[in-house]
């Protein structure tokens, strides 16, 4: 399976759209919204237990959340999701930023 954090966003939906029109699996963890075609993991990308139970099974992470400024709230968010990553069981991890 694959995970898109962000994957509401406007990158995020596009890309979506596609895996799941090649046959993939696809989770999208996120606050609230809908995704077509993918399966949706409501969660806090911030909180870890949240982003932990979303990448259980998962091989790829395309980790396109993000805070859309250069805090120190931006800077906590990356650290939480690096640290979430060794536990997981993911094979693949693709980070994007803007």
Known sequence: MILVT???GL???EL???????????Q???????SAGAELCIGDITNPGAAEAAMKGVE????????????A???????????????ATTTG???CRS
Not at 28 to 34: A, F, I, S, T
Not at 75 to 86: G, I, N
């Open 28 to 34: 999208v963890l996120c606050r609230k919204g809908e």
């Open 73 to 87: 709230a931006a800077a906590e968010l990356e650290r939480s999701v690096w640290q979430t990553l060794p536990s």
């Open 11 to 13: 990158i995020g939906r």
């Open 16 to 26: 979506v759209r596609r895996l799941v029109e090649q046959g993939q699996r696809v």
């Open 93 to 95: 991890y693709i980070f």
């Open 60 to 71: 790829t992470v395309y980790h396109l959340a993000a805070r859309v400024d250069h805090s």
């Open 6 to 8: 962000g994957g509401t």
